[in-house]
């Protein structure tokens, strides 16, 4: 019976040696939740000492990245007497968050009655940090940090759903950047990705928050005008964008002035989806690349023309503010309940 006794005791103390020294979570709480037992990678997960975690609650570590409802979904599933398995956030002594791909048991007693909860788990924090990263890169675009081609196509998608709910009128402009790869050959490559970088800032600038900016290639880049009241709206942005991106671009001594072609398809007008929207875009762009005379061209006739129209009009304007050619008239108008003046409306 001494020798059994021995066995027991011997093969316990090396059960808790290994669970104690195990490279995974090992925690154990009463029924109340209260810490009974944690291991060493407890410690060196949390960045909790085991004297700070015994007789306290898993709250410690709480991240505040859920609510009420999470921890009563899971403090029912183990009080049932089920298991429960989540990948959990939670926070380091130091305030950063890890990851623990945790698993929950009910310990019963020999009447069937939970007395423990023992948790294992699996830090999985640089899986997680890897596998976040590799989504970026899937999504956007490194250098200059915009979304790519296929997080921009993913948003046209988007836009389209939303604007179809909202009855309103998308524009989606592609641009590119005629003859690049000079600037390339001349200054090198990596001058050419500064000149890339300046170029997507100066479009988020204009086009805002609102709106959205992508690079969609190596000089391409893809713009979604949400923001559109009408469509004399997106004459006025692309005459901003051809503006801003056409002036000198400095970086370190080297100055250079790029020129651009520019796509533009509109839904519901030209493309009821992403595919045939952004290939109407393409092939307004590639019209753009082959007429020397123009900048911009749409996809839809009519719009060229409106376009062509609305440039006559500016330009005329321009002309005539430069030569002074505008009166200013001002109309008074009146209370009609005293007849007294109320002040004027500026006619020009």
């Known amino acids: 019976m001494s020798h059994f006794t021995n066995k027991i005791t011997s093969d316990i103390k090396k059960f808790m040696m290994a669970v104690g020294q ?205 923001d559109i009241k009408k469509l004399e709206d997106i004459f006025i942005y692309i005459e901003k964008i051809l503006k801003s991106t056409e002036k000198p671009i400095k970086i370190e001594k080297q100055e250079v002035i790029l020129a651009m072609s520019i796509g533009i398809s509109i839904y519901p007008n030209d493309g009821m989806n992403m595919k045939q929207l952004l290939s109407n875009a393409e092939i307004a762009l590639s019209q753009a690349k082959r007429n020397p005379s123009f900048k911009y061209m749409f996809y839809g006739k009519h719009m060229n023309l409106d376009a062509k129209n609305f440039l006559i009009m500016e330009n005329k304007l321009l002309k005539a503010f430069k030569q002074n050619k505008f009166t200013v008239f001002y109309q008074p108008y009146f209370n009609l309940a005293d007849k007294r003046l109320q002040g004027f409306e500026a006619l020009i």
């Open 22 to 226: 195990a490279v995974d979570w090992f925690l154990i709480t009463n029924k109340n939740g209260i810490i009974e037992y944690a291991n060493e990678s407890v410690e060196r997960i949390t960045g909790y000492k085991t004297d700070e975690i015994l007789g306290k609650t898993p709250a410690i570590w709480k991240s505040d990245k859920y609510n009420k409802e999470f921890y009563k979904v899971l403090w029912d599933t183990i009080s049932s007497g089920q298991p429960y398995r989540n990948i959990i956030l939670n926070r380091k002594k130091d305030g950063e968050i890890f990851y623990l791909d945790q698993s929950i048991s009910p310990i019963r007693d020999e009447n069937g009655e939970i007395i423990y909860f023992v948790s294992t788990g699996k830090d999985i924090t640089e899986n997680k940090k890897l596998e976040d990263k590799l989504n970026y890169l899937y999504h956007y675009d490194i250098m200059t940090g915009l979304p790519n081609r296929t997080q921009f196509c993913r948003k046209i998608t988007q836009e389209i759903d939303s604007a179809e709910l909202e009855k309103k009128i998308l524009a989606l402009v592609i641009i590119d950047i005629k003859k690049f790869i000079f600037v390339n050959e001349t200054f090198g490559t990596e001058f050419g990705d500064m000149v890339l970088k300046v170029i997507g800032n100066r479009l988020c600038k204009i086009v805002g928050e609102e709106n959205i900016v992508s690079r969609i290639g190596g000089d391409e880049f893809g713009i979604i005008l949400k």
